[in-house]
């Protein structure tokens, strides 16, 4: 896929991403959705389009405020970069979010700008990449991406940081599973008769719940290193006699034997997720953080309705597609849309073909306002030469010929542009040289080009 490497997506389009890409199903495609950026679906393509897995999770994301930084505004562009850190309430994988700027070049601030941040594919450590993914020293799986705003005056870099979760499903199991909690309660039970006569066993949320106010008391107190009493009630009942059923897994979140220490942050925001009645406030402000700015929404939400499509439909739906192909989400103002086509042409001219493609079907689907302004900026573009690749196919129609014809050669359509040069009227001729420039440009053939603009005289021109 690294053909795909120099095209961008506008930073909403990148904050859609996120929210659907899963680590842990990947699709059919073996696409990267955050780093095959975007992926591109040439004409006439009739492989696989999943580029989300019907498995894959929709992501609702909780922050962690400890582990996020957001400047204050007044600060201007100081350097500092925002970090937003969150994790999925449904599949627990922790993602962070950077957004950084370098001080004294373009925009004076990453909070605000002039233009919606076109982001561009630099770099990154991820399944499929040139780099793999990391493992951290708790065993998780950690994939990296880093992008930069192709904006000259613009000096904004996004960086991803995804995790998995921190516990296994086997350590899960442990917390929750009520056979499980049942037998060590029981145990505890015939161990201590006496001191748990008429304790109530344990269900999964209290376990939960008491884990969660460990972690809490280790976490806001962690000077005073305050102890757990092994043989306290509610920790035995939840944890089994002296704890040690659990023992391998209070040590891996952090706890020694005897003294309760400093656990990270994401375990507490880990117990949060599990025992979802303390969700912690709702991680809306990400987009903010990304875009930098409001970006014009379109405003008829008639756009909206192609949204509601599941993935597996999304993967098989065109209008999707050319969204996608563009850097877009599907409620951008046409402005915006406009602005993204004329960003992908500049960084990738090679497939200007396709942008445009898609630029026109956009408007083609909103009609209206929308598809007028649009047509505008396609006009503008077929003005300055371009075309998509369907007028490629209807240029070799235009002189009888099959786009796809193997023996085609520069001197045989030369050969039929003449011939039907010589028959057409002067008023058609512009339209016949336009059809043939564009078949010379399509097959990257100078000679063609030539003809088409009569611009050299070593043609041989046939009688
Ligand atoms: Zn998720
Ligand atoms: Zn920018």
Known sequence: MTSFQRSGKTAPRLVQDIYEYDPAHPPATGRNLLADVPPVFPEYYNGPLEHISSAACRHNFVSKPAQSYVP?????NT??????????????YHLQVEVSSTPGIGQPSTRFSDHVHHLVYKSGKHRGGAAPEEVSPKGQM????????SYLSCSVAV????????????RVRLLTDPEVLRQRANEAFAAHPDRLEGVAPPTPINVLLNLRTYISNALLDSQ?????????KRFMTCFGVEGKPCKDLLEFLGFSSKVCKLALE???????????????????NLLDRIRGQSFPIAINSRYFSMTLY???????????CYYEDLGVVEDMAASSIIEA???QVSVDPARTPVYLKCLKSIGILRGGEDGSLIDQAVQVAYSEGKYTEEDVVDAYKYFGLSHDDQRLTEESIIGKFYAYLGATTAVQETETRRQLWRIGDSRRSERIKAAAEESTTELTQPK
């Open 310 to 320: 599941t993935n597996l439909q999304r993967s098989s739906n065109r209008g999707q």
């Open 159 to 170: 960086s991803l940081r995804f995790a998995s979760p921190v516990l296994n499903d086997d």
């Open 142 to 149: 950690l994939e990296m991406f880093h992008y930069e705003c």
């Open 79 to 92: 350097g500092a970069s925002t970090k937003v850190s969150a994790v999925c309430l449904m599949c627990r």
């Open 341 to 343: 086509f004329n960003r």
């Open 224 to 232: 005073q290193s305050k102890s757990i009493s092994a043989v306290n």
């Open 266 to 284: 994401y375990v507490l925001a880990i117990c949060n997720v599990i025992n979802t009645s303390t969700r912690t406030k709702a991680f809306g």
């Open 72 to 76: 204050q505004s007044e600060q201007g």
